[in-house]
Structures are given as C-alpha cells and as structure tokens.
C-alpha cells in the first residue's frame, strides 16, 4: 500500500532504537541540546489516551498487533524548568503519537511519530502579540520545538506521523537535520516503551506513568 497518508509505517528504514542512538550521540555532542537532561528536569507524567490494533487476548494472556500498525497516543505533561519560559502557562500537555510497524520487532520496528498535536501551528498573527502566540499553540498541543527543529528532518527521513507544516530545512536550529528523540517522546521511549514492546508487555488506556525522580 503506498504511503501517501503519512499514517502508515514502512518495514525499512530507522528503527525506534536507531533514533535511540542518534538522540544520544546528538545529546552529547558539542552542538546538541541534552533532551535526556531536560526531560528528567520538566516532565511530570505521560498518560496513555488511545491504542489502536494492540488488544489483550485472554487465551494467550498477552497483549497482541491486531492490524497493519499498532498505533499508541500519550499526553505527556511538563513543568518547564530547564529553560526560561515566555509563557504564564504552569503545565504544558502535548500529545505524542507513535505508529509502530511491528510488535514482534519491539523497539527494533520502524515507526512514526508526532510530538504535538495535529492542529496547524500559529507562525504569526498580526492580531497577537509572540507571547500569546506561544501560548495559543501550548494550549491547541502543538510543540513548537518539534516543528522548528524536528517535523522537516522527519519527513524527510519517512518518520513523520501527520502533515508536514513546514517548507524548509531547520538551519537555525537542526543544520545537520538529525532525527532524534525531544524530550516528551525520549520520556516514552525511555520509561514506558521498553516495558510495552520491549517484552510484548501490557499497557492500559489511561494509564499514567509519573516521572518520581529516580530515573536515571
């Protein structure tokens, strides 16, 4: 089925742990910005809001891919600290979705992702101020990092989940376009997705999992 949609994963291309190294080698070069780091610092919890094709079958008593890809919608809640906010909004919450072509290869499958919402993101608005620019997007899920740094660089490598609103490369602030993790979704892929797929494990709609403090 070709991929025009932008919804369906490929059975090549990067791995959920390939990206888990390029983030890593990212965050400890001279130029990257530690996301592992800040995600321990702003993340409070990511909670489970949808799954789609990964069902429970009491007869095996494990949870099963029951379609094409397993699809897998957080909201990861944060209480920026790591940086100096521009926004008077306390807790930011923005969903992340992730599209993963096989349970069987657990963090080995392709995939896609979105971390923020799907709505468009306001670039400018004659009518408001950056400010409340800011915080119109915080508050409708869009991630503007993941849109200035990162929703080009996936697209281009086949790892985006949803449209493209970008039409250029990330000069500014991605110049190498390398695909690695932001902090809502590296929390995921961290603390929650290695338990779930890792070991064809369980997960349960609206199921919360707290950053306490002792991750490492």
Do not use: C
């Amino acid at each position: 089925m070709a991929d025009q949609s932008n919804r369906l994963t490929k059975s090549s291309g990067f791995t959920i742990a390939d990206i888990v190294k390029l983030s890593w080698k990212y965050y400890r070069s001279k130029e990257g910005d530690n996301k592992n780091t800040r995600m321990k610092v702003d993340i409070k919890s990511a909670r489970v809001t949808k799954r789609q094709n990964y069902q429970y079958d009491p007869s095996t008593k494990q949870f099963e891919q029951t379609g094409r890809d397993i699809r897998l919608d957080f909201i990861v809640a944060s209480d920026p600290k790591s940086y100096k906010k521009t926004d008077n909004i306390k807790i930011h919450k923005y969903p992340v979705t992730f599209i993963i072509h096989s349970l069987e290869l657990g963090m080995f499958s392709t995939f896609k992702l979105r971390e923020g919402g799907l709505k468009k993101p306001i670039f400018a608005n004659p009518s408001m101020s950056s400010q409340q620019i800011g915080e119109k997007n915080i508050r409708n899920g869009v991630d503007m990092h993941f849109v200035y740094s990162l929703m080009f660089v996936y697209k281009k490598y086949n790892l985006l989940f949803g449209r493209n609103y970008t039409s250029r490369p990330p000069i500014k602030t991605n110049p190498k376009m390398i695909p690695y993790f932001g902090k809502h979704s590296f929390f995921i892929v961290k603390f929650i997705l290695p338990k779930l797929i890792g070991t064809n494990g369980g997960i349960l709609a609206n199921a919360i999992y707290k950053n306490d403090g002792k991750n490492k």
